[in-house]
């Protein structure tokens, strides 16, 4: 197993557009990420998969985000009508299933998003 | 409430040591510590639970004081390879709703010179 994967690694896009990412996730981890991290900030979250399920999603996730795990595998994460303020690296981290604390998440490189 | 990193930056000389602190004001489950070189992912290096549990990892090691709600990382003799910014991720107790989701410090930039 390489680790987490996302693809494409840079996205530029214009204003309006919609995008979409996709993330493979360690084989066997159950949980999956999404992260959004701008510069010089820390990860922020955005939404969590348990197997297909999207138990959690950020309340500052604007409704133009949209996320989906169809078979429990990989994940899409999409943004509609970007705008300039989406541009961030959006990052996909997953981990195993674990009794008691959360494991360590496993982050993939990320895609960086420039919206013009 | 995202945690609280200091200091912001340091510089260090090779061999040199450094702390870095991470505080919360909420009850935490754990803290998890990444460090993140330009332009790459954040590297997992250590998982600290509440009960004061002390996890070392290499020349790097962290405590966990539960009744700061404070988490410091330690890192003795480093080396180069250390240069990077540091994130401490806190986890709040289960059943709170949180699905394990991290919250993540603005982060402390480390920087080892010759």
């Known amino acids: 197993d390489t680790g987490v994967s996302q693809d494409p690694r840079h996205k530029i896009t214009k204003r309006g557009q919609n995008v979409t990412f996709r993330c493979d996730p360690i084989?066997?981890?159950?949980?999956l990420y999404w992260y959004r991290q701008t510069l010089g900030q820390g990860p922020e979250f955005l939404t969590y998969f348990q197997n297909e399920a999207q138990l959690e999603k950020s309340r500052l996730l604007s409704d133009r985000f949209s996320a989906e795990r169809p078979k429990g595998s990989f994940s899409t994460l999409e943004i509609q009508r970007t705008e300039q303020g989406d541009s961030a690296m959006y990052l996909c981290?997953?981990?195993?299933?674990?009794?008691?604390?959360?494991?360590?998440?496993?982050f993939g490189p990320g895609t960086r998003l420039t919206v013009l | 409430q995202q945690p609280v990193q200091s200091p912001q930056a340091v510089i260090l000389r090779e061999g040199e040591d450094a702390v870095i602190n991470c505080s919360s004001s909420?009850?935490?489950?754990?803290v998890h510590w990444y460090r993140q070189k330009h332009g790459e992912a954040p590297v997992f290096l250590m998982i600290?639970?509440?009960?004061?549990e002390q996890k070392g990892h290499e020349k790097i090691s962290a405590s966990f004081n539960e009744k700061k709600q404070q988490s410091s990382l330690y890192l003795t003799a480093s080396q180069l390879s250390y240069s990077g910014t540091y994130f401490c991720?806190?986890?709040?107790?289960?059943?709170?709703?949180?699905?394990?989701?991290?919250?993540f410090g603005t982060g402390t930039r480390l920087q080892v010179t010759l």
């Open positions: 600290l639970l509440k009960g004061g």
């Open positions: 909420k009850a935490l489950y754990s």
């Open positions: 991720g806190t986890e709040l107790p289960p059943f709170t709703g949180t699905a394990s989701k991290l919250t």
């Open positions: 981290a997953s981990s195993p299933r674990a009794k008691g604390p959360r494991g360590e998440q496993f």
């Open positions: 084989s066997e981890h159950n949980r």
